[in-house]
């Protein structure tokens, strides 16, 4: 088991910035991708960012060049540095990963963070 528990949330003005933190524990090893999803009242969830073991990271289009996905691996800590900040990111964040054990896929998820962009 992977538990994830994330750090960060809270009420930012427009443009504005956060950092949320997503620290891992128990059995990590096999961890092969991280991400950082968001779901806003009514919508569906989303993937926002990910981040592979590799070192390769996508985006969501909406965020390409304001959020930054990084993950120190001393720390078993992923990231998600969120600049500019516009009332549509406002969302319940949530970091996921992957571990891949004996050819089968393992989702763990966190417990969530909110994050609320108003003036």
């Known amino acids: 088991q992977v538990q994830l528990v994330e750090s960060g949330g809270g009420l930012v003005q427009p443009g504005g910035s956060l950092r949320l933190s997503c620290a891992a524990s128990?059995?990590?090893?096999?961890?092969?991708?991280w991400g950082w999803y968001r779901q806003a009242p009514g919508k569906e969830r989303e993937l926002v960012a990910t981040i592979t073991r590799g070192g390769i990271t996508n985006y969501l289009d909406s965020v390409t060049g304001r959020f930054t996905v990084s993950r120190d691996n001393a720390k078993n800590t992923f990231y998600l540095q969120m600049n500019s900040l516009k009332p549509e990111d406002t969302a319940v964040y949530l970091c996921?990963?992957?571990?891949?054990?004996?050819?089968?896929?393992?989702?763990?998820w966190g417990q969530g963070t909110q994050v609320t962009v108003s003036s």
């Open positions: 128990g059995s990590i090893f096999g961890i092969n991708a």
């Open positions: 996921n990963c992957v571990r891949l054990i004996g050819g089968n896929s393992y989702n763990y």
